[in-house]
């Protein structure tokens, strides 16, 4: 009895929004500006198409390199334009959408496999669980990049492929984090009494231990947002991601990466747009993170 | 201990073992290289010809043993583009990619730590802000993106620093800031949690209590303590050396292993990519199981339990 009042108590043990949405308040100017900052990028990339003045593949061999409206250009291309003429801010809406898209995709499969795939390591155990570990020692075991390198070189690109890489990026984080937090919650009382009380297994997982594991997952999931966004465009970068006429932030700025000295917007504007929504996923994250877990906060 | 470490071991060899495998199954994937390197109009007898002179016409099972086989050989083929062996080719770049690394990694390093522990032990202070707020910077900005802002202002706009290859001694010094940065900054986040757990701990009250001064309690008491993790993510990431490699030579046109991998994943160079996966792999489960031995050496607590 005494077991369960305190269970009851305890903040773990309660449904996840009524635990974190009151603490939501306060948050610093920096928090203010990235979610501002994001929520711009997340509308653009929605509205890409509208927003953008021209196709962002259509060129113009006529204004070839103009520099945006800040740096000498005009009004008719207001962040310049490629090598081949084409609409740096047009370039700069769609291949955020991309880049969003992918890493968004990525996270997703990435945290529902590994979650999956933990979860059941922890409830059949035996030699499913021990074969589980041992394709997470073997992801851990191998950069992304190389493993993602390996995969394109020898099965080609293609977007279907791209994606599904993708999805394998951080899932052996969501896997080795659920299967521990798992196991220890399948011995605390509180699991042990709703067990008696004859919940079937798949209702204790999922309304029980899940919610209770959830707020770890959702920070691992601001952890590795910003990792699939640098992995995704460090693959473009290398021209061995998404192939034209795709556009992804990555491909821009290598393609960019050669004509720094003529025209350094071409490089520099995808990059900070790069860079800046990293940045503030990453602050975002921390933040979510303090809310999420007072443990971790100082 | 010997328990522990046979576990580990046989671990680690486990690990190899399927990245071996992991190899083998992508290269079968891929097709059969006799029909990807001929030319289309190549006779059936010629494909038969190199069929068998690769041994590709045995049974799966006896292709994947003698393939392992040849791996514990050290004989990874040749190179399709220029018919060298994989093995003098990768040891000829091998160098310069130890040359940009190694320094970029101690580099690393040594700011990281003290970046990272300073920052705790002036917990909220405006030294930790910055650091700290330096430090996200660093973690978030993409180093390829890094090394073009650092191109475009020392080699573009300043003109006092080469841009790319390794002509001159001065060549490395924007590569290996690129390089170190982000390690840098991932090395500082961590050793200050991990700094900041220690001090939150109960004997370190305890000393304060017995009168210890704030010297003493920090580098006798808290520092020996948080060098264990520290050393664990010191480990982790030095074998990423050769990954984090890849992106940094090819902006800087760095003549080393990882502009290597990109031209033959460019070129489909199998034999070499190959041989470089599996060599990022080996030297990544070393450094893991190296870690696991200095865990166990240093904190009995480790070895004993299951």
Known sequence: MNDLTRTRLEPGGRPLRRRWLPRLGGGGTVVVLSTIYLLAVVLTALFAGWLSPYPPTEQDLLARLTPPVFAGGTWAHPLGTDTLGRDILSRLFHGMRVSLSLALAGTVIGAALGTLLGFLAAAIGGIFEDVVMALVDFQASLPFLIIALAVLAFLGSSLTLFVMLMGLYGWETYARLSRGMVLSAQERDHIAAIRSLGAKPLRVYLRHIFPNIAPVLIVQLTLNFPEIILAETSLSFLGLGLQPPHTSLGMMLGDGRDYLIVAWWIAVLPGMTIFLTTLSISILGDWVRDRLDPKLAD | ?306
């Open chain 2, 1 to 306: 201990m010997t328990r522990y470490l046979s576990i580990k071991l046989a671990r680690a060899l486990l690990t190899m073992l399927l990245v071996v495998s992991f190899a083998f199954v992508v290269l079968r994937l891929a097709g059969d290289p006799v029909r990807t390197m001929m030319p289309e109009d190549v006779s059936p007898k010629v494909i038969e010809h190199y069929r068998q002179l690769w041994g590709l016409d045995r049974p799966l099972w006896e292709q994947y043993l003698r393939y392992i086989g040849s791996a514990l050989r050290g004989d990874f083929g040749v190179s399709f583009q220029d018919n060298r062996g994989v093995v003098s080719l990768i040891a000829e770049r091998l160098p310069a990619t130890l040359r940009l690394g190694i320094p970029a990694y101690l580099l690393a390093v040594v700011f990281g730590t003290t970046m990272g522990i300073v920052a705790a032990l002036r917990r909220n202070s405006a030294t930790d802000r910055g650091m700290m707020t330096i430090a996200v910077f660093g973690y978030a900005m993409p180093n390829f993106f890094l090394g073009i802002v650092l191109i475009l202002i020392f080699s573009v706009w300043l003109r006092i620093l080469p841009s790319s290859g390794d002509t001159r001694s001065s060549s490395i010094i924007l590569p290996m800031i690129t390089l170190a940065t982000a390690h840098a900054a991932a090395i500082a986040r961590f050793a200050r949690s991990a700094m900041l757990e220690i001090l939150n701990e109960p004997y370190m009250r305890t000393a304060r209590a017995k009168g210890l001064s704030a010297m003493v309690r920090n580098l006798r008491h808290a520092l020996p303590n948080a060098l264990v993790p520290i050393v664990t993510i010191m480990g982790l990431k030095f074998g990423h050396l050769v990954a984090g490699a890849i992106v940094i030579e090819t902006v800087f046109a760095w003549p080393g292993v990882g502009r290597l991998l990109i031209q033959s994943v460019d070129t489909r160079d199998l034999a070499v990519v190959q041989a470089l996966v599996l060599m990022v792999a080996a030297s990544m489960i070393t450094a893991n199981f190296l870690v696991d031995v200095f865990y166990g050496l240093i904190d009995p607590r480790v070895r004993t339990q299951k």
